[in-house]
DNA sequence: GCATATTTTGTAATAAAATTACATAAATTA
DNA sequence: TAATTTATGTAATTTTATTACAAAATATGC
């Protein structure tokens, strides 16, 4: 658990704590500044329970105990990621609106971080290092993540491709075979051509990931679904921070692919960084 | 004395310590973190003195002894340290790298928030609103950046277009004119064809913006350069923190516009989202 | 240089704080 | 509704920090 954001874990995860956690959670949201110099005696009573509860909560979130809790609430102040009232007003000048967007990205990724099903991204890496061909789709948003995942995945050796292009996608997919895998971005879930090209290339026996919101139909109709839910509010003023996630999601694939592959590969990859070498102005 | 310098101050004040209180404040030097995660029994031993010449010296620093010491310590701590443990490892399993690519992703972006130049964000709004034409220069990863803030500003009534072709870049660049405003992006800044582009853009009296590394070339040669200092450590495994950051300071000048422009200018946008309703299948 | 005051430091006792073990209560499941 | 699991609190224990006081060490004045 990342220290820097130990309230934004506290706020993510309210929900699925037990009645005591919510009240120990809610004594310390309320006042974070006040925990942190407070003893254990002092906040179990604020929060109505037990001092052993306090010292559960704080192991739940994976601290050494309450001073270390103290601690890490501290060093977060610190760094000061507001997660409430972060939406961006009409009213907000430069200094409001830029720490507000930061705020929401963070938000989204220590959620995500917190949420994500790490052996769903074991499977997909597996059956990323099975696949004879990869093809990202995307469209819209989503295309520049597609084109962000090609420029990653390109280096490892096996015939990768970005589409964009519906046509193109129809296509594909109409000609897929087993071997292939489909890698489907689409935050809503929903858009026509990708479903339309998930349910052609699952008919052909290629595999489908899904990289979408939780339960939509991308997300049933693909054989490995990594599920994303971000904050419904960042869409007005298009700081969609469903793709930032995305890309970190690819991110990781790409981390988990290398590590599969071994030390050995890191020499592959190097010799693609400096191939950009002469592209640069020395300085 | 102010806690935000409590490591400094322990430096500035160390010549007029007295015998037991110089080594309490040499054993936290050598190792600040080790300090906020010892008891006092353990500093106390490792700088050689008694349990209450610690508890001493912490007073003498404004705290209220140990605890407190500890955690202000660990505070001024947060902004210079380091995500030792956040690196991947050769031997990571899923469970490990996985939040280890969400941390550094999050790191950057507090960091990014608490140093970035609000002012400099201001001004470049200030030249996007008055732009005649807007140009994204990438290649590599930023130009699926590139590619991704045209998504967001083709919405904005002008003329916007993505390039990641040098030779439509060198055109470009060479065709252009007072009121277009180039926007570059490169992680290294030292890209040759966006340099030459930079170069040939301004000579022909258009304005550059760099999104780019601090005191790069490319930074140095825009008219105004956002600049952004990453982690070096996440280049190895490709996850690029840089193009993270990227893309939020793009939704942060994207939402600078819009605010710009007023709340009218947000129906113009709903009815460029509505349009993207037959595309999806109801749910 | 020696007696006296002052400061520094450690020992031991005390107090405070946190943690653990265990028992009971609540909630869930069959 | 009984059995099982999970959640929570009480009380004991342990750890940790602080205080009071005495002994050194250092400094000061004669």
Redesign the interface.
Known sequence: ??Y??LLSSINVTFDSLNKSEKKVAGAILDDPEAA??SSIAILAKKAGVSEPSVNRFCKRFDTAGF??F???L??C?????KFVNSN?Q?N?N??K???K???N??HD??A??NQ?D??I??KV?DQLLKARRIFFFG???S???A??AE??FF?FDLPVSFHVDVLTMRMLSAAAKPGDLFFMISH?G????I?DATDDARGNGAIVVGLTTPG??LAKKSDLAIEVLVSENT??????TS??VH??IL??L???F??SKG?EF?NH?EKI?LS?KP?????
Chains 1, 2 share one sequence.
Do not use: C, H, W
């Not at 869409?235 to 969609?240: F, G, L, Q, R």
């Open positions: 658990m990342n820097q954001n942190t110099r001073p270390d103290k601690l890490k501290a060093q102040l610190v760094s000061g990621v961006v009409l907000d430069v200094f609106y830029t720490p967007i930061f705020d990205a963070i990724l220590v995500i971080k994500i790490s052996s991204i074991e890496v469209l819209g948003t295309g520049a993540v084109r962000d420029n990653k280096r809503t929903r858009t026509k051509a479903i939509s139909m869409e007005e003023y298009m700081a969609m793709r930032i890309l970190v991110d990781v790409a981390t988990g290398i590590l030390p890191l990859m960084n950009l592209t640069r102005y020395k300085q």
